[in-house]
């Protein structure tokens, strides 16, 4: 059983940005730290600002981050009473908790025993039916795969295969028939067992262009559970985020506070204490719980930022035997947030992973941005472990405030060298599909490809009269009879003399020309339609307020 006691001494048994987060709230609090380390990561800017670290094996995850027995020891061998797991690697095993506990230290995050009920995911549905929490229909204990076809032949298709002890997307897969049900089991099993060293596979109906909605909870050792509100995490590929925000929006207030109560109720039916995040999925006016994370969120900063606290601090807190810092009812929302995450990955190739050093790295500095990074300019990504360098959090009062001022902060952010997902977040941002509500968890694959980064960089056009910062925006429906074409205009005259054309169109960025295919040349057209569209018209034509 975890012990809580007041912690003195933290180790953090994760790197990069998650690493840096935790340690500066732990020495805020005034506790000591001790940074875990691979042996590819001795010379990284997590390990460089540590005061204290400690090696604790070669590069390959299984043998450092992932090695439970040699991260034990080396939490004793430093002296520390206490273990941060972060999110990813370890953070949601339930036998790495249980090693915590039994060595006589603290494990900042949730029993293992709530691990173990709500990590596997038959057991967390089960348990949320029981609390009366919608669930998909599919399977609720573990069968045979003659069952599982049986099963889903009665339910129908598509269903979507999971991993019973699965997580981040890994191992799902869907199914339109039963055929296709059968020649994927035995994939899905091994990729169970491969990622997840349990095979055990379950299913659910697949429910088409829904969204991804959280809720973020928070237990205490003393049977207090509050929500701290929604987020929207729809915008995936490959069933795994991209941009999150907070709070979710476009949810009816009766929707939203049944979600609230929805993931408090599971909560309270595990007995959960510390992080956790209920995850669902919502069609329409319905929801289904989907899953409980346990642990803390790669997303947390957006709540933050929506919340004022610091769910780290209420992390190590709760980890100490202390009752929640707040109660419900003095907990507020202010304003919207939405985070993106700069994975070092290329969007023009499937985003592929990239590894290789880093030759220049900025964020933004203003009010209203938050950068979350793991790395610094001369760093190296490595091979053997995720590909995030890091997050970008905007805030501001309401959600379209916040898309706007979110295309300055990504037209403003340099990653050098390496390809990353910061031009997909750029084209996002001016998606007119995404400007006016959250996306369905699909809407990327259908949207986005190698040709959209083409027809973003040619929506912009430099204004060649520029000698001051004046700033606005019009819309302009322009006919252009050289091409034939018809198109609706949103463009931006930026503080730093760029124009941003937004060509507008409800089924994506760019509106199609009448009576014409769209074709791969599609972006040389559009930015010769512009600047067709500032040769014939003036600037104060356009934009009147700027002189």
Request: one cysteine or more.
């Amino acid at each position: 059983m975890t012990r809580h006691h007041r912690i003195r001494k933290l180790l953090i048994a994760n790197r990069g940005e998650i690493a840096r987060r935790i340690r500066r709230t732990a020495e805020r609090m005034g506790v000591q730290t001790v940074q875990l380390l691979s042996e590819a990561d001795t010379e990284t800017l997590f390990a460089r600002e540590s005061n204290e670290k400690i090696v604790v094996g070669p590069p390959p995850a299984a043998l450092s981050y992932l090695n439970i027995e040699a991260i034990v020891r080396a939490a004793q061998t430093v002296g520390a009473d206490a273990v941060h797991p972060g999110y990813g690697f370890l953070s949601e095993n339930a036998s790495f908790a249980a090693a915590i506990e039994k060595a006589g230290l603290c494990f900042v995050g949730p029993s293992s025993k709530s691990i173990a009920q709500l990590g596997n995911k038959i057991s967390a549905r089960e348990l949320a039916r029981k609390a009366g929490v919608p669930t998909t229909p599919g399977v609720t204990t573990p069968c045979d795969d003659e069952t599982l076809i049986a099963m889903a032949e009665e339910i129908g298709f598509p269903v979507l295969i999971k991993a019973a002890a699965g997580g981040g997307g890994r191992g799902m897969r869907v199914a339109y028939s039963a055929h296709e049900f059968r020649e994927m089991l035995p994939r899905a099993h091994a990729e169970a067992k491969k990622f997840f060293a349990d095979e055990t596979v379950f299913f659910e109906k697949f429910i088409q262009q829904p969204r991804h909605v959280e809720v973020q909870i928070f237990g205490d050792t003393h049977g207090n559970v509050v929500h701290l509100g929604t987020r929207d995490c729809s915008t995936q590929r490959r069933n795994q985020k991209l941009v999150e925000e907070a709070p979710a929006p476009n949810l009816r207030p009766s929707l939203r506070e049944a979600l609230h109560q929805a993931a408090i109720a599971v909560a309270k039916a595990a007995h959960y204490y510390n992080a956790g995040t209920a995850e669902f999925l919502v069609s329409g006016d319905q929801f289904y719980f989907l899953e409980m994370n346990t642990r803390i969120q790669v997303e947390h900063p957006v709540t933050e930022s929506v919340t004022g606290l610091d769910l780290i601090e209420w992390q190590l807190r709760v980890a100490q035997g202390e009752p929640l810092p707040l109660p419900q009812a003095k907990i507020n929302f202010t304003g919207h947030a939405i985070e993106y995450r700069m994975y070092a990955e290329d969007p023009a190739r499937d985003f592929a992973p990239a590894v290789g050093k880093i030759d220049s790295l900025s964020f933004p500095e203003t009010s209203y941005i938050r950068s979350d990074i793991g790395y610094s300019a001369g760093d190296t990504i490595s091979l053997h472990y995720d590909a995030m360098i890091g997050k970008l959090i905007v805030t501001a009062s309401s959600r379209q405030e916040c898309i706007r001022r979110s295309e300055e902060a990504l037209d403003s952010t340099t990653i050098g060298s390496i390809p990353s997902t910061r031009d997909f977040h750029r084209w996002l941002v001016r998606l007119s599909a995404f400007r006016s509500a959250p996306l369905s968890i699909d809407s990327i694959g259908k949207e986005f490809g190698p040709a959209s980064l083409r027809e973003l960089e040619a929506s912009f056009v430099k204004d060649a009269a520029f000698v001051s910062a004046p700033q606005g925006a019009a819309h302009v429906e322009w006919l252009s009879y050289e091409r034939d074409e018809r198109i609706s205009i949103r463009l931006l005259h930026r503080s730093d003399g760029l124009f941003v054309a937004t060509p507008v169109h409800k089924s994506g960025l760019f509106a199609a020309p009448k009576n014409r295919r769209v074709s791969n040349g599609r972006h040389t057209a559009i930015r010769c339609l512009v600047e067709e569209v500032l040769n014939t018209q003036s600037v104060a034509a356009l934009f009147p307020d700027l002189e």
